[in-house]
């Protein structure tokens, strides 16, 4: 089993609202990352749990705020994003450590997001 | 400065044939490889992937070359089905890093 999943498919939010992504796996991985795609750009990461600790922030405005509750769960918190922050938000996991294959990111569907 | 790069954005092949997508990389240190496909509104699904120490990995139709000196890897598709119509990403990564570098994609096209 490879399933990530992640709720909701779709939110539509104002620029003033708080709204939270959630991602969930059971297979057992230690690593979890949040991502994010706009339309015809490849996934660009945003945030790593490593071991449920923060281990990689790309420098994400602090409108985003990543939490991860359990080895399981994986939050994205939102609060007054901006129009441009419109994209389909991915969570992958993976173990952390194991080389080669074993580092190998499974992503979930994604929360389409729509900033108005 | 685009370390992972997919020069082709789009490719448009006959069913039944072979697909053959392409990727190049400038970052020598890169140990591991791999292959994605994405529909439109879903995430990523993990196709296959190479780590640096083999030049070739085969899981049923598809096989991904890589290439060292060239900094250069494929991947073959073969035969080619309708329902592999979908955007292909190549991504490179370090073990131990977290960090995976993706191309820019290439939608593949399969016409009946």
């Known amino acids: 089993d490879t399933e990530v999943t992640q709720t909701p498919k779709h939110l539509v939010m104002g620029m003033t609202n708080k709204k939270s992504l959630k991602c969930e796996q059971h297979?057992?991985?230690?690593?979890m990352y949040w991502y994010k795609q706009k339309a015809k750009k490849p996934p660009e990461l945003m945030f790593v749990?490593?071991?449920?600790?923060?281990?990689i922030n790309e420098s994400v405005p602090s409108r985003f705020s990543p939490e991860c509750p359990n080895s399981s769960l994986l939050n994205l918190h939102l609060h007054a994003l901006q129009p441009e922050d419109s994209a389909l938000y991915l969570c992958?996991?993976?173990?952390?450590?194991?080389?080669?294959?074993?580092?190998?990111?499974?992503f979930g569907p994604g929360t389409r997001l729509l900033v108005l | 400065d685009q370390q992972v790069k997919q020069n082709s954005p789009s490719l448009s092949v006959q069913e039944g044939r072979i697909s053959i997508l392409n990727c190049d990389y400038t970052?020598?240190?890169?140990?591991?490889f791999l292959w994605y496909k994405k529909y439109p509104a879903e995430g990523p699904t993990f196709l296959i992937s190479?780590?640096?120490?083999?030049d070739k990995n085969e899981d049923g139709r598809f096989t991904v070359f890589l290439n060292k000196s060239a900094k250069h890897l494929s991947l073959h598709i073969v035969p080619s089905q309708p329902g592999d119509s979908a955007v292909y990403f190549c991504?490179?990564?370090?073990?131990?890093?977290?960090?995976?570098?993706f191309g820019q994609g290439t939608r593949l096209t399969i016409n009946p």
């Open positions: 992958a996991s993976s173990h952390p450590l194991g080389g080669g294959a074993e580092e190998t990111q499974y």
């Open positions: 297979m057992g991985h230690r690593a």
């Open positions: 749990y490593s071991y449920e600790k923060l281990s």
């Open positions: 970052n020598s240190m890169f140990d591991y």
């Open positions: 190479i780590s640096s120490i083999k």
């Open positions: 991504a490179a990564g370090l073990q131990g890093a977290q960090k995976l570098v």
